[in-house]
């Protein structure tokens, strides 16, 4: 089984859902004997990568600098990463859009009508959820590729709730929530919390909540 990924920032220097492609998801799907590529934007600010930790990454040409407009280099991302995908087609088994349809709509067309199994992950309300696409310019030409794919990764039950609240099928948005790899990190002992606190200036008497993520204008 080989699945490709589309992360337009896959390369070590992204965060976010990079992290969580490169660190967590695909190293457990290797490890159940699953062979992981990934596809990813070329950037001029960017080392140009073949390979991360054992995992082929396809570079796809970023758009040139003489595109005027970012109607006219979103275009030209999404043509071609279409080509690459038909390019390299037979060496995989399923792919997988980790950029929430962003430039996925032409890819999704081609690869629907050759037969391959599509999966898309959706994971910010506000970016890219079905209804935020809707709103958008084009919205309605995107959604409508959107249907095309076989399964929609909703990291939570809300971007679950818009999709089917936009007449997706309940087989096709799914639910499926991030996960850690355990071994990875363990849990901090007394002393390592007390001091912890204390370097923070917070008092562990009562209940401590952390929140972990980014804040962005939405």
């Not at 959820?129 to 084009?138: C, E, P």
């Not at 007394?190 to 917070?202: D, T, Y």
Request: with cysteine; glycine share 8%.
């Amino acid at each position: 089984m080989k699945v490709c990924f589309f992360e337009p920032g896959f390369y070590p220097e992204y965060g976010g859902q990079a992290i969580y492609l490169r660190e967590h998801l695909i190293p457990a799907l290797r490890e159940r004997g699953v062979e992981c590529w990934a596809m990813a934007l070329e950037r001029a600010d960017r080392p140009a990568l073949d390979e991360y930790n054992g995992i082929k990454i396809v570079r796809i040409p970023r758009p040139p600098a003489y595109l005027p407009t970012k109607y006219l280099r979103y275009a030209y991302a999404m043509i071609q990463l279409r080509k690459y995908i038909l390019k390299y087609r037979n060496d995989f088994d399923i792919f997988y859009f980790a950029d929430g349809g962003g430039t996925s709509p032409l890819a999704v067309k081609a690869l629907s009508k050759l037969g391959v199994p599509i999966l898309l992950e959706s994971t910010l309300i506000g970016k890219d959820d079905a209804l935020t696409y809707k709103k958008r310019q084009f919205g309605n030409w995107i959604l409508s590729h959107i249907r095309m794919v076989d399964h929609i990764i909703c990291i939570s039950s809300a971007i679950k709730d818009i999709y089917l609240a936009e007449g997706f099928e309940k087989k096709q948005a799914l639910h499926v929530p991030y996960g850690l790899s355990f071994s990875k990190y363990e849990a901090a002992s007394i002393l390592e919390r007390e001091a912890l606190l204390k370097s923070l200036h917070i008092d562990g008497a009562g209940p401590v909540v952390v929140f972990v993520g980014g804040i962005n204008r939405r």
